[in-house]
Structure formats: structure tokens, C-alpha cells
């Protein structure tokens, strides 16, 4: 079978081996309403009351929305607008922890008997794709066409985040467990577990808790970027290509996060929806590369101080990885849901952009064998027949082409834009 392209990158797992602590709890915490693609929440508290672990903070009526939970006890201090890294703004509730981490009475384990009731209940859970890109879980598990096969995404391709590959070593049962439970309720027939093959002893420990599930395999995948892209790593597991405008379950297929997976059967054990994360903490002015557990809403200086980042140098935040993840605005910025990795750096200089010298390595690195530098000139002309021609709207922003651009352009960056222009039917 034809392995897609994509780039090799050098690895930086430098904390692979480092056990996930929990950070000291913070005097306070900031949830964002929103922290998943779709709507925002609405708050249901207001400032005053007093809040426990688990308790529901915020919830919405949109169909593109999950419920959000406060992550500390304490009282509410403040609901303000809060900044998000796309620019726009949400509200946000500011809680004052009161440092014994009561948990709320809501907390329960959910009763469920039936696919509908298990989809209510993740709903209820406020999971939502823990790989960083915030997709509703419920939503992704309530697929329109059958499904046969449920792919984890466990390649965790980016440099520096080893925060699921803790999770693989330090927690295996759950990500079965939750791997099983998504297998029942969805009659879904087989897994494949999807590791790149520069985590070997994640994928000779899977490989051995799994030995007794017939219907669950392990696949190792070439440590390449960005191998944990969803239609690549469809195709690279069970060779099913989805096509531009198709979603994975089209073909079949539903992928689901390792970290995700672990989280479905937190949930339907304890009933305790997500209110912390692992991170890992990580970059040039980090004297301790770590990975900890951190309540949901803690600012990121919290996080960076544990680690003893030097941040009067800093000059480059990143939230998650450095190919996809989002810059930070500042050291305020709380974690979320998504919050995989936090990068600080130093060394940080943008590139010189120069003309074009059609050396065509932006086509060759390019998964989908997608023109980049062609998107950038339609862009430029916002020619949309040209564009939609070109297939822009199947970019993923994976950054490859930008990376080996030796021009500098930002083709990735570009393509975004480009992909804006295309009205959705
Ligand atoms: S950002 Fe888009 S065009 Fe560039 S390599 Fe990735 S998928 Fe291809
Ligand atoms: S990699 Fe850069 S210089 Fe080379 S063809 Fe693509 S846009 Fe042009």
C-alpha cells in the first residue's frame, strides 16, 4: 500500500519518560465557554455563587455543543469576555478555588443501556477530541452511515507532545476500557490502534494488553508528520481513502483520540466529566520539560512556573504542537479541553519571504499531493473556480508545504485564507 507524504521532522520527545504530576492547585481558574468547534455556552452561575468539582458551569441548545464544567471548588469571582486565539471572543467564568476540591453532587456515573443514552451521556461528559482539535465527541460518535471499524489515534506526530504517549503508558486499561465501550454501544465490529513507531514500548504494552481482544489490533506507523492526521491515518491503518467532502465515516470508519478513548471510560466509570488535562510543557526556556495534570481554566504561568520556565525571555507561545498548534495571546491564557502541549520558546525568528523558485518540494511534501504554491497564486488572483479546481478545501494546515519551503512561503497560512472563499454549500 502507498504510504500518503508528509515530512520528517525531528522528534524532541524529550519528556517521554516523564511521569505526569499533578501542578499545585491554582487560586483561581478562567473556563473559557468555549473550548470545542461549534457554539459557545451560555454561563449558569453568576458571580457569587459557590461551585464544586464536576459541577455544570455552562450549556448551550446548538446541536454543535457540549456542556462545560467547572474544574476546582471554590466561588465564582468574575464572568467576563475572554479573548480566543481565532481572534473572536467568549465568556468566560473566573472561579476562586477554596482549596478542598469538593466534588459536585452531579457527579454519577451515567446509566445507559442504549446507543442514544450512551451518546446522551458523552454529550453530558463535555468530552470533545482530546488530540487538540475539539471536535464533539458525541457528535462524532453518532455517525448518519454504518460503521465497522473504530481507528485511536495514538501517532502523536507533532515534535515535543508526549502527552498521549503518557497516557498509553501510564494508563492502558482505560483507553481499552473506553476503546470497548465505543465497540458495544456503536455494534462496531474491529479497532485499530494507530502508534508511530518511534514509541515502542507503548506498542509492545498495548500490543500486550490487547492480546486477549481478537477484534482489537495494534498498528505501528513510520514516525512521519502528519501521520496522526485523520484521513491519513485512515488510509495508513485500514487503506480507506476519504474523498474531498466526505467525512471518515463515509468509509466507514470513526477515529477517536487515545486520550479521548481513555476519557469515555473515565467517564462512564466515575461519571466525573473533564476537569483536568495532561500536558506537556516543553521549549527552549523550560528547565524542567515535564508533563502534568492541570485543571481546566488554569493559566498557562501556572503551568510554565511549575516547570520553571524562564518567561521574561520568552517570545513564542505555542498551545499544542509546533506544526498545528495556536499561538497565545499571553501568559493568561487558561487551558482547555484541547490543551496537549505548552511550548515556550526563545530561539524564534520569522523567515525571510522571497520569490517563488518552483522547486516543487511543497507538492512532494504534501499528503494530498495538494499545489500549494499554485492555491497561493489563485489566492492572490481570489480566483475561486481555480481554487475549488485545485481542491483547497481538502488542506488540513498541516504546515508541511510551509516547512520545507525554502522561499518562506506561508503556503499553509495562505491556504487557510484561500479555503475562507469557498462558500459551503
Ligand atoms: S497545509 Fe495543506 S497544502 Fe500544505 S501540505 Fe498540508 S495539506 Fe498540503
Ligand atoms: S516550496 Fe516554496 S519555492 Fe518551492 S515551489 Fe513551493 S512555494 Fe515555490
Known sequence: MKRLNGVRLSHRKGTATSHTVRIPLPEQVTIPMLMNMGAPCTPLVKAG??????QKIGDTDAFMSVPVHSSVSGTVKAISDLKLA???TCKAVTIETDGNQTVSEEVKPPVVHSKEEFIKAIRESGITGLGGAGFPTHIKLNPKTPVDTLIINAAECEPYITSDHRQMLEDPDSIIDGIQ?????????????????????????LTQKTSSFPDITVKALPASYPQGAEKV???????????EGQLPSDTGAVVLNVSTAAQISHYMKTGMPITERRITVDGDIV???????????TAFSEVLAYAQCDTEKLKKLIAGGPMMG????DLTTPVVKGTNAILAFEKYSEPT?????RCGRCIKACPFNLMPTEMEKAYQKRDIETLKALKVTLCMNCGCCTYVCPAGRKLAETNQLAKALIPRN
Open 353 to 357: 519571504v522571497t520569490n517563488c523558485i
Open 287 to 297: 528547565s524542567k520539560p515535564c508533563n502534568v495534570f492541570a485543571p481546566i481554566g
Open 326 to 329: 495556536a499561538c497565545a495571546f
Open 49 to 54: 455563587d459557590t461551585v464544586s468539582v464536576g
Open 86 to 88: 481565532n481572534g473572536n
Open 233 to 243: 491515518l485512515i488510509y495508513n491503518t485500514v487503506g480507506r481513502i476519504v474523498m
Open 181 to 205: 465501550t465505543v465497540m458495544k454501544y456503536l455494534k462496531i465490529e474491529s479497532a485499530v490502534i494507530g502508534i508511530e513507531n518511534n514509541k515502542p514500548d507503548a506498542i509492545s504494552l
